[in-house]
Nanobody, 115 residues
Framework: VQLVESGGGLVQPGGSLRLSCLTS????????MSWYRQAPGKERELVAQ????????IYRDSMRGRATISRDNAKNTVYLQMNSLKPEDTAVYYC?????????WGQGTQVTVSS
């Protein structure tokens, strides 16, 4: 099983980033996919989730209206488009796959929002 995130980097406040998570080794279509983040000294928190139906999405309150999660089942990939980024969005962003109590995690990609 592999989940490989990409697309992180340094961006100015108000900027945008699109994170990607390419997966392999499991049946992507059957899994709920999520993005989590963890800032230094803080617990890992859910940013957004898209269920296996590809239609149901969940966002943490602080990201609603600024983030869009999507999935491409043909490419076994989940995306997170983030707009109007703020310094408090700085964190390592992790891709997660979940089904029936089984979690798979990526290695994370750093997002830094700073001028």
């Amino acid at each position: 099983v592999q989940l490989v995130e990409s697309g992180g980097g340094l961006v100015q406040p108000g900027g945008s980033l699109r994170l990607s998570c390419l997966t392999s080794g499991f049946t992507f279509n059957n899994y709920h996919m999520s993005w989590y983040r963890q800032a230094p000294g803080k617990e890992r928190e859910l940013v957004a989730q898209i269920l296996s139906d590809g239609l149901t999405t969940i966002y943490r309150d602080s990201m609603r209206g600024r983030a869009t999660i999507s999935r491409d089942n043909a490419k076994n990939t989940v995306y997170l488009q983030m707009n109007s980024l703020k310094p408090e969005d700085t964190a390592v962003y992790y891709c997660n796959a979940y089904r029936l109590g089984v979690h798979y995690w990526g290695q994370g990609t750093q997002v830094t929002v700073s001028s």
